[in-house]
């Protein structure tokens, strides 16, 4: 049976200081960043900027594959960067040269979009702040996007929570098809090419940000070479149990929808694979080509050749997948993917895409990124007489994940929303209740002083005792709510939490 | 999930070779929609960054990941 799909998204903001034309993007990410923690303590809220990040068990560099492949470059942890945990569970930090925020670990995918959309909150609330302390005349802008345009990419990448009995093997065998394939809903468009000797006249619009950059099938690299399956082997949890699936090929998304589809479909399918239910795989005869094909066919009918001799459209693909994993779900436990009613809900938004791709991709103007950028730009395009590679369009394209509500285009398309803004406001400060984000978010909250550390797989007191207490959490579906809700509420301090959790 | 409506779709395979259309499939039907689409124009004329070429060169990041 399959293991809780335990999931998230993890998103590098691009970032603009306006009117100051040297500023430097990594003082700048930490600026934000701190602006931030310092509004919350201002307004009364815990300390959280005293909070540092456990390196203890990152490991980014060891491979899934069973002999790793010695030209792989390492990523590197970095340290000395602003590093704050959140009360929602979260981590907001600076990743190279960019504010990240890693989403808390999610039950299914309607929460971990909730906590996606808190985090798209958080980096406004960011700007605000930061705002209050610029010089009159320069603000901090950012984007929810992964190009400037210009070849240089920064990812949205999602984690899901893999049984460590599913041979690596077959991940790579079944998934890359639906990675590949699913580019029709995640995309977020372009305007034109960042594919090395590519001019973008040839390419006037794309469907994703991201394709440009995949040259690799399988890898353990996200700064270069990307890889469609990507190897790190770093569960945050019992890695005698679990594996976690770092797919780094898809979009960073304003439409709901689409991150909804994103991460409920993945995850649905990581599911049905689990459960041996998956069939034969659908093998493409030439994945990483196919991925730049699909991005740029607009026509949604090229054929991509399967390894089989036949051939099909990602469209078709898409259906295929679609209709294994809505057969699977007649009779599988759904809980493992967050229960009946978000599989209903990705399952009937997963059908609806394929049909409107199918029918008029014009009629998922409310729903898919890519669509809603492309109506847009080729209206205002055909209203002026502009040519595809017009910077007006190029700096519409940006403008389109601008996060401010007004200057942000994504704002004005009418995407249809999913989750309210009562339950985003909570999620800004609430972690989740049913995964271990509920006790590091809630210690954190509680226990401000006594938290000294914390990571995805542990929370660090410091008591007044001798040495420092690590409470390790290699269970991701441990420390919910209704494992330690009443524990940590009740404790008078995080000494008596930790002599409790021991009894 | 047992009540729920199976409608798969056929998904034909399509052999190589087979001729693709160039014609993008996105296609803008309907007035209404057409008549949306200029009031949202004129919205965003407003907003739209002054001067787009400058801004689209200062936009520089550095990769991540």
Same mark, same amino acid.
């Given at each position: 049976?399959?293991?809780?799909?335990?999931?998230?998204?993890?998103?590098?903001?691009?970032?603009?200081?306006?009117?100051?034309?040297?500023?430097?993007?990594?003082?700048?990410?930490?600026?934000?960043?701190?602006?931030?923690?310092?509004?919350?303590?201002?307004?009364?809220?815990?300390?959280?900027?005293?909070?540092?990040?456990?390196?203890?068990?990152?490991?980014?560099?060891?491979?899934?594959?069973?002999?790793?492949?010695?030209?792989?470059?390492?990523?590197?942890?970095?340290?000395?960067?602003?590093?704050?945990?959140?009360?929602? %569970?979260?981590?907001?930090?600076?990743?190279?040269?960019?504010?990240?925020?890693?989403?808390?670990?999610?039950?299914?995918?309607?929460?971990?979009?909730?906590?996606?959309? +808190?985090?798209?909150?958080?980096?406004?609330?960011?700007?605000?702040?930061?705002?209050?302390?610029?010089?009159?005349?320069?603000?901090?802008?950012?984007?929810?996007?992964?190009?400037?345009?210009?070849?240089?990419?920064?990812?949205?990448?999602?984690?899901?929570?893999?049984?460590?009995?599913?041979?690596?093997?077959?991940?790579?065998?079944?998934?890359?098809?639906?990675?590949?394939?699913?580019?029709?809903?995640?995309? /977020?468009?372009?305007?034109?090419?960042?594919?090395?000797?590519?001019?973008?006249?040839?390419?006037?619009?794309?469907?994703?940000?991201?394709?440009?950059?995949?040259?690799?099938?399988?890898?353990?690299?996200?700064?270069?070479?990307?890889?469609?399956?990507?190897?790190?082997?770093?569960?945050? #949890?019992?890695?005698?149990?679990?594996?976690?699936?770092?797919?780094?090929?898809?979009? #960073?998304?304003?439409?709901?929808? +689409?991150?909804?589809?994103?991460?409920?479909?993945?995850?649905?399918?990581?599911?049905?694979?689990?459960?041996?239910?998956?069939?034969?795989?659908?093998?493409?005869?030439?994945?990483?080509?196919?991925?730049?094909?699909?991005?740029?066919?607009?026509?949604?009918?090229?054929?991509?050749?399967?390894?089989?001799?036949?051939?099909?459209?990602?469209?078709?693909?898409? *259906?295929?997948?679609?209709?294994?994993?809505?057969?699977? +779900?007649? /009779?599988?436990?759904?809980?493992?993917?967050?229960?009946?009613?978000?599989?209903?809900?990705?399952?009937?938004?997963?059908? %609806?895409?394929?049909?409107?791709?199918?029918?008029?991709?014009?009629?998922?103007?409310?729903?898919?990124?890519?669509?809603?950028?492309?109506?847009?730009?080729?209206?205002?395009?055909?209203?002026?007489?502009?040519? *595809?590679?017009?910077?007006?369009?190029?700096?519409?394209?940006?403008?389109?994940?601008?996060?401010?509500?007004?200057?942000?285009?994504?704002?004005?398309?009418?995407?249809?929303?999913?989750?309210?803004?009562?339950?985003?406001?909570?999620?800004?400060?609430?972690?989740?209740?049913?995964?271990?984000?509920?006790?590091?978010?809630?210690?954190?909250?509680?226990?401000?002083?006594?938290?000294?550390?914390?990571?995805?797989?542990?929370?660090?007191?410091?008591?007044?005792?001798?040495?420092?207490?690590?409470?390790?959490?290699?269970?991701?579906?441990?420390?919910?709510?209704?494992?330690?809700?009443?524990?940590?509420?009740?404790?008078?301090?995080?000494?008596?939490?930790?002599?409790?959790?021991?009894? | 999930?047992?009540?729920?409506?199976?409608?798969?779709?056929?998904?034909?395979?399509?052999?190589?070779?087979?001729?693709?259309?160039?014609?993008?499939?996105?296609?803008?039907?309907?007035?209404?929609?057409?008549?949306?689409?200029?009031?949202?124009?004129?919205?965003?004329?407003?907003?739209?960054?002054?001067?787009?070429?400058?801004?689209?060169?200062?936009?520089?990041?550095?990769?991540?990941?």
């Amino acid at each position: 049976m399959a293991v809780a799909k335990i999931l998230g998204i993890e998103t590098e903001y691009g970032i603009v200081v306006r009117n100051a034309p040297d500023a430097n993007p990594i003082s700048a990410s930490s600026m934000l960043i701190n602006a931030y923690l310092g509004s919350l303590g201002a307004a009364g809220g815990p300390p959280v900027a005293r909070i540092d990040w456990d390196f203890e068990d990152e490991t980014p560099a060891k491979d899934a594959r069973a002999e790793a492949v010695r030209l792989s470059v390492a990523p590197e942890v970095e340290t000395h960067l602003v590093n704050a945990v959140l009360t929602n %569970g979260a981590r907001y930090y600076v990743d190279h040269a960019h504010p990240e925020y890693s989403a808390p670990e999610c039950a299914s995918a309607l929460e971990a979009l909730r906590y996606d959309l +808190a985090g798209e909150e958080i980096l406004r609330r960011s700007m605000a702040a930061a705002h209050r302390l610029l010089p009159e005349g320069q603000e901090l802008v950012v984007y929810k996007n992964n190009s400037d345009g210009k070849g240089n990419s920064y990812g949205c990448h999602e984690n899901y929570l893999l049984a460590r009995s599913l041979p690596f093997g077959d991940v790579v065998a079944h998934a890359t098809a639906h990675i590949v394939t699913r580019q029709l809903f995640t995309g /977020s468009g372009k305007v034109g090419s960042e594919a090395p000797g590519e001019r973008t006249g040839e390419v006037p619009f794309q469907l994703t940000q991201r394709a440009d950059f995949f040259e690799e099938e399988v890898g353990l690299e996200t700064t270069l070479k990307r890889p469609i399956i990507n190897t790190r082997d770093e569960p945050h #949890a019992d890695s005698s149990k679990y594996r976690r699936l770092h797919v780094i090929a898809g979009d #960073a998304n304003l439409s709901q929808v +689409a991150t909804l589809l994103k991460l409920g479909s993945t995850a649905m399918f990581l599911a049905m694979l689990e459960d041996g239910a998956a069939g034969d795989p659908v093998l493409l005869s030439a994945p990483v080509p196919a991925m730049h094909e699909v991005s740029r066919d607009l026509s949604l009918a090229s054929p991509l050749k399967l390894r089989d001799g036949s051939s099909a459209t990602a469209l078709e693909i898409q *259906w295929d997948l679609f209709a294994r994993v809505s057969r699977w +779900a007649e /009779s599988a436990d759904l809980e493992a993917v967050g229960g009946e009613e978000v599989s209903e809900l990705v399952l009937g938004h997963w059908e %609806g895409v394929l049909e409107g791709l199918e029918r008029d991709p014009t009629e998922l103007a409310d729903r898919l990124d890519w669509v809603a950028k492309y109506r847009l730009f080729r209206a205002y395009r055909e209203r002026h007489g502009l040519e *595809w590679n017009d910077p007006r369009l190029a700096a519409m394209d940006l403008q389109y994940h601008d996060l401010r509500h007004g200057p942000g285009l994504s704002h004005r398309v009418g995407l249809l929303g999913l989750v309210g803004p009562d339950e985003v406001e909570s999620a800004v400060g609430d972690p989740p209740e049913d995964t271990r984000a509920y006790f590091r978010g809630r210690c954190l909250a509680r226990f401000p002083e006594e938290v000294v550390a914390a990571n995805w797989d542990s929370v660090v007191f410091d008591v007044g005792g001798p040495s420092l207490q690590r409470v390790p959490m290699m269970e991701p579906g441990r420390g919910t709510r209704a494992h330690v809700g009443e524990l940590v509420d009740e404790a008078p301090n995080a000494a008596e939490l930790l002599a409790r959790l021991r009894s | 999930m047992a009540e729920r409506e199976q409608k798969r779709k056929v998904a034909p395979q399509r052999e190589g070779g087979e001729s693709v259309e160039e014609e993008p499939a996105v296609t803008e039907t309907g007035d209404k929609l057409k008549a949306e689409m200029d009031d949202l124009l004129d919205e965003i004329d407003d907003v739209l960054e002054t001067n787009a070429e400058d801004f689209v060169k200062s936009y520089i990041q550095k990769g991540g990941e």
